[in-house]
């Protein structure tokens, strides 16, 4: 959207920058995305959708100010990232759907419509700037490479977004559902021959303290062996010296580095150096940084947290990981990570440099605040539910008067986001017969009538509606799951989501069906 109303380039002093936008969506809202229908104003990019990315004028202006922020704004040799605005709602237009092939309008990408886009806007840039470095992005629905188009080969590189990928497997485990679909995903962008670079969530394992430093390596030693255009690999990081306001001025922020300082470290000792000893540097850098302390016990405890990292089941990662306190839901790991803490500090507290016990002392505080507290939660927000056979035929009527109804278990006691117990509680309750699943919900909903319920096409956009969803996860399926969503009127949205794919296969038909009654203070 910046790059359509200019809004890092150009003078909006005397009528403000939302006023500017307000004034080119009077004038021109063919610019912006059309949404069911209506022409949708866009700001700040974010959540609102693309512009209308096959209107020619709008390729003018992106190409145009690209070339004013390279050169007014921008550092000498910098690199302009083509990104788009972090959602994937795209304009629905005649003119924009005409650019996706059918076999990407089927899967519901849009890759072969974000290159037209692309290439074309490179093109004009290179006539204005031959100069200008211009990366391009594979991301959300446009990560495949595009069926109907080339991407430019003057490309300065292309960011692979590996950043929901599976850390605990190796990314060519074949075991490893999440990782199949990216070792693909590389495979597929490695073969057009362009330049590449990964972008690597790392920074969600530094906010949750996980030993993921011999990963990243092994994973970096891997690309250059098996995947030779990919060039190196980026992550997010928040410097521990930085400056924050609002919302971002967290504890993560200024301790991401440290929560990860072992994986920064060797990242970049290997970038320069791939054969380097990885054993021989371990060792060295962490007798330093905790002096006597990693002898006495700090080397013991990075051992116990790999391992339980490492070796329990799941998938872990950016969007999808299993709940990192079920790690210590082991008999004795967690007397013996306090123990070998305990040892360290003791040890620690006898070296010369008072650091070596600060960092001792700081890790100790990190375990708290991530594996400990998250165990606390997993054992606190813990649900069993017993599912029993029915006895007799249940009535799908909105009714929950049958004897097995009554028969059932009943989970309650759901939460807000924030830990506090939910004001308006919700009851599951579960049986099966032979062929179906059955759920009863009881909800405490006064405002039936005021449930948002616009939606009325199967597998439609029901998150913008009042509902309930429900996400099925058998233990045989890995990371994959089933999605049913539904609205007070019974209209369904289902689908199968499957670790690394960027959205439920809406191809899915789960059959379910619901029904919804209601009184004065709850619904059914």
Not at 175 to 181: A, F, G, L, Q, S
Not at 192 to 204: K, V
Not at 463 to 492: A, R
């Amino acid at each position: 959207s910046y790059l359509l109303t200019g809004r890092m380039v150009e003078d909006f002093k005397d009528i403000g920058y939302t006023k500017h936008v307000d004034n080119l969506f009077a004038q021109h809202p063919e610019y912006f995305a059309l949404i069911d229908g209506k022409r949708v104003i866009s700001y700040h990019g974010g959540a609102e959708p693309q512009p209308c990315t096959s209107n020619p004028e709008v390729v003018q202006r992106f190409a145009k100010h690209l070339v004013l922020e390279q050169k007014n704004r921008a550092m000498p040799d910098s690199t302009f990232w083509f990104m788009n605005n972090d959602t994937t709602r795209w304009c629905q237009c005649d003119n924009c759907r005409k650019q996706d092939p059918p076999e990407e309008q089927k899967a519901g990408i849009v890759s072969t419509r974000y290159w037209t886009l692309a290439n074309a806007v490179m093109d004009l840039a290179k006539k204005e700037m031959p100069n200008i470095r211009i990366t391009g992005v594979t991301y959300q629905n446009f990560s495949l490479p595009p069926v109907g188009i080339k991407p430019d080969k003057r490309f300065y590189n292309v960011m692979l977004s590996n950043h929901r990928r599976c850390w605990k497997h190796a990314l060519d485990d074949a075991n490893c559902p999440t990782n199949k679909w990216y070792l693909n995903y590389n495979k597929g962008w490695n073969d057009t021959g362009i330049p590449l670079f990964t972008y690597e969530m790392l920074s969600r394992t530094g906010n949750c303290f996980m030993p993921n430093e011999k990963s990243w390596i092994d994973t970096l030693k891997f690309y250059r062996k098996n995947l030779k255009n990919i060039q190196g690999m980026k992550t997010e990081m928040s410097c521990p010296d930085g400056i924050f306001n609002g919302p971002n001025k967290t504890f993560a922020a200024y301790n991401n580095w440290y929560m990860m300082w072992q994986s920064m470290y060797l990242a970049a000792a290997f970038q320069w150096n791939l054969s380097s000893d990885y054993d021989g540097i371990y060792e060295e850098i962490n007798s330093l940084f905790y002096g006597k302390g990693w002898a006495g016990g700090m080397k013991e405890f990075r051992r116990l947290l790999t391992e339980a990292y490492f070796d329990s089941p799941g998938c872990w990662g950016y969007g999808h990981s299993v709940m990192t306190g079920k790690f210590l839901d082991r008999p004795g790991l967690h007397k013996q990570l306090l123990a070998s803490l305990d040892a360290a500090e003791k040890a620690a507290a006898l070296d010369p440099d008072p650091r070596a016990l600060a960092h001792v002392k700081r890790d100790r505080d990190y375990f708290a605040r991530t594996w400990e507290k998250s165990f606390e939660e997993y054992q606190s927000n813990f649900r069993e539910i017993r599912a029993y056979p029915c006895r007799e035929k249940i009535n799908l009527d909105g009714v929950l008067n049958d004897a097995d109804w009554k028969n059932a278990d009943v989970v309650t006691r759901f939460k807000e986001e924030n830990g506090s117990l939910a004001e308006k509680q919700t009851g599951v309750k579960l049986c099966y017969d032979s062929e179906n699943i059955y759920l009863g919900l009881e909800l405490e909903e006064p405002e039936f009538d005021n449930m948002v319920a616009n939606v009325k096409e199967h597998d439609g956009p029901l998150w913008d509606d009042s509902t309930i969803e429900l996400f099925i996860n058998p233990p045989i399926m890995g990371g994959t799951y089933y999605q049913l969503i539904f609205n007070k009127y019974g209209v369904l949205y289902d689908g199968i989501m499957t670790p690394g794919s960027k959205g439920p296969d809406k191809a899915f038909e789960s059959n379910a069906e619901f029904k919804m009654t209601h009184n004065a203070e709850h619904c059914y």
